[in-house]
């Protein structure tokens, strides 16, 4: 009998050394993300999009993590991350990273895109670049549509410097008076749609090939600034754009009505938090910048001086432009095969489920996986819930929700349910960041239709993904279940990879009712049968399974984990897995945005190995697997192995019991690990480098091959 493997304890896991920074690990995934606009073998206007998704997701990272580290800085915390650094450590290192990154996603815009973009037709032009017929255009299109909305506000000793909003584009300007010679500083504020107006192609002139022409609206200002100055003389004009702390800080044990609370914080946030960034062109004189950083209290280093123009953002606006051969080609989901013979209705009617369309008769035959977008959210989830507010038989909904959308069909079931005469209970979670005035709205329309809307505990955000029906069948009750890794959210079902669980497996049942009691009443000490729920016992069974496989390694039997993740942050986590591969346990994980963990160091990680997946669905499912020598065990639910989601928000993981599921999952886990064209691996010096298909190799990448699976169990349907 083998001896079992010794393991070496010289080896401090807890130094600095083997940890990520996560703010940088951030940046590198958002550099992946530049990397699709990047990539000529990304469709053109779908590059444009990446672009945009890299500016939105810096704004949102400036507006929560930067202003985090501000507000340390300021507060005097020196509090060492797991990495070893300090809050102004990390401050000083974003921007050393960022400036080239967002230089580079300028000029890839400028240099690269803009060009291709003419080949197509696509002009994006600068106001200089236009002839007479088109300025006059131009100038009529900015006195009768754009010159009655500008409000020019002066700054001289009866006007302060105006507030500057969070994420508005503005122009500033200095002006001579005629009459005295005195120069005098103006702020216009631009944002307002259409940020690029488009020019009729009756006057396109020279463009012979286009088929559409626009130009900045900022642009088309500042050539018409003398309407609004009138008698003075434009010495200076230049856009600028500023981002503002914009996250809520609401102390729950002390707030008597949450509901109030959130939107007093919010009012409070629409008046504008500090400063954190501010974006001015690179032509812009040192006199209007030293002003800028007077007025705005902004430091150097916050300051990122850019080419052309700023806020690709707005750039979506360009990617809808109906040409098909420039973007990737529609998606229509299906109905998965095992829901298959229960059709899409033919009518608006909520109740033709009845004619055989009977979306919980399928689940009883057996538990059902479904995948979005593959899957049509539609036709599974809005459809199990709705199918529940009309079925007279179902006496209770209860459901949690974190985002969805403001018009949300699931929104409009609980109602209808309500009103219908069912128990119906909706756990709102008002602190979901940026969706927080959105929430407030649609809980208020809750309440108003009789719905008992929760708000969840203190200090923990209700994150997780689950709904339970309640139906009277005969003599019994029989409990339904949904639970899943994403929001339930029609709008981004479309974008999100998530997967779901519907089943009437009891023992989830009975687990769902002691969530539920444990979120709306007293109910504290809860066991569980089949759930794992943070902050109760997700945390322990993760490190219990992760040792587990450890143990077995040392026993010289085979120790197996694949997860996949959002993120990857929690030191403990962490620490475990290094531990399991010390041990020689093997190691995949597949995390698409922040990664704190080292692959690959020799006696640490180099049973490790990471992969992140970008593309054209962002992938949000959560799956855990462990081979528990050869009874494997698999699992899905709404957390990521960091801190917030293990130990201060509700979280639910269910496992995959049914073989032919577990087999489904295990299959799609080995389609991640095979990609050849949307995978890139993490180094270990916390760099990434994208897979290349070898000649042979499936060139299509994870999306497009599950695409084609799909499509080749059933015909689509429109989601």
């Known amino acids: 009998m083998p001896k079992p493997k010794a393991v070496s304890n010289s080896i401090e896991l807890g130094e600095s050394q083997y940890y990520f920074n996560r703010e940088l690990s951030w940046l590198e995934f958002n550099r992946r993300v530049l990397w699709e606009a990047q990539d000529d073998r990304t469709l053109l206007l779908e590059r444009l999009k990446f672009l945009a998704i890299f500016s939105s997701n810096l704004d949102e990272f400036f507006m929560v993590r930067v202003a985090g580290l501000k507000q340390q800085v300021e507060a005097n915390l020196e509090t060492l991350t797991p990495d070893g650094r300090t809050p102004s450590d990390q401050l000083r290192d974003i921007h050393a990273i960022l400036d080239p990154m967002v230089q580079e996603q300028h000029q890839c815009f400028e240099q690269i895109l803009v060009p291709e973009l003419k080949k197509e037709g696509i002009y994006i032009l600068s106001y200089q670049d236009l002839d007479d017929k088109q300025k006059n255009y131009y100038h009529h299109y900015f006195e009768e549509q754009v010159f009655p909305v500008l409000t020019p506000l002066a700054v001289d000793p ?241 459901m949690t929700l974190y985002r969805t959308s403001g018009d949300s069909p699931i929104v409009n079931a609980l109602i209808e349910a309500a009103e219908n005469g069912k128990q119906v209970v909706a756990l709102v979670e008002l602190k979901a960041r940026f969706d927080e005035a959105n929430n407030i709205t649609w809980a208020r329309k809750l309440e108003e239709a009789g719905v008992h809307v929760v708000y969840g505990l203190v200090g923990l955000k209700t994150h997780t993904k689950t709904t339970l029906i309640v139906r009277k069948e005969e003599k019994t009750i029989r409990l339904y279940v949904h639970i899943g890794t994403g929001n339930y959210n029609p709008k981004t079902a479309k974008l999100y990879t998530d997967l779901g669980l519907f089943s009437c497996d009891g023992r989830l049942g009975r687990d769902l009712i002691k969530l539920f009691n444990y979120l709306t009443g007293y109910a504290r000490k809860q066991s569980f049968d089949r759930l794992l729920v943070a902050p109760i016992n997700l945390r322990t069974r993760m490190v219990e399974m992760i040792e587990r496989e450890r143990n077995l390694a040392l026993d010289n039997k085979p120790g197996r984990i694949i997860a996949k993740m959002n993120s990857l942050v929690d030191p403990q986590i962490i620490k475990k897995l290094y531990e399991a591969s010390q041990a020689g346990v093997q190691i995949d994980l597949i995390v698409r945005g922040m990664c704190c963990l080292r692959p690959g160091l020799k006696g640490v990680s180099e049973n490790i190995r990471i992969i992140s997946v970008i593309g054209r669905f962002l992938e949000h499912s959560r799956i855990f697997y462990f081979g528990n020598n050869g009874e494997d065990e698999i699992y899905i639910g709404s957390a990521d192995w960091m801190n917030r989601n293990l130990s201060r928000r509700i979280e639910a993981v269910v496992p995959i019991d049914t073989p032919t599921l577990k087999q489904e999952l295990k299959d799609l886990l080995d389609l991640f690990l095979n990609d050849r064209r949307q995978a890139w691996e993490l180094q270990s010096d916390g760099s990434y480098i994208q897979r290349r298909p070898k000649p042979g190799e499936d060139d299509r990448g994870v999306h497009k091959i599950l695409m084609a699976q799909t499509l080749a169990t059933v015909e689509p349907i429109q989601d």
């Open 158 to 398: 009866g006007h302060p410097f105006p507030f500057i909003s969070n994420q508005s584009l503005n122009l500033g300007i200095v002006l001579r008076n005629d009459d005295n010679k005195k120069e005098l500083f103006a702020r216009v504020k631009v944002d307002f749609d259409p940020r690029f107006v488009s020019l009729p192609l009756e006057h396109k002139g020279e463009f012979k090939n286009a088929v559409w022409i626009g130009v900045p609206l900022e642009q088309i200002i500042a050539n018409n600034l003398s309407a609004l100055f009138p008698g003075m003389e434009i010495l200076e004009c230049h856009p600028f754009r500023v981002t503002r702390n914009a996250d809520l800080s609401v102390e729950e044990d002390e707030a008597d009505d949450l509901l109030l609370a959130i939107e007093q914080e919010l009012r409070k946030q629409r008046k504008g938090g500090s400063v954190v960034r501010l974006e001015v062109l690179n032509n812009m004189s040192i006199e209007m910048r030293d002003r800028l950083l007077q007025e705005l209290e902004v430091e150097p280093q916050d300051v990122y001086s850019l080419a052309g123009i700023l806020n690709l953002k707005d750039l979506f606006s360009i990617t809808g432009l109906p040409l098909p051969h420039l973007k990737d080609q529609r998606w229509s989901s299906v109905v998965p095969p095992a829901m298959n013979v229960f059709t899409e209705p033919t009518d608006a009617d909520p109740e033709t489920w009845r004619n055989g369309k009977d979306i919980l008769a399928a689940i009883r035959r057996g538990d059902v996986l479904v995948h979005h977008p593959y899957h049509s959210f539609s036709a599974t989830v809005q459809r199990f819930v709705t199918q529940a507010a009309h079925d007279p038989q179902v006496q209770a909904i209860k």
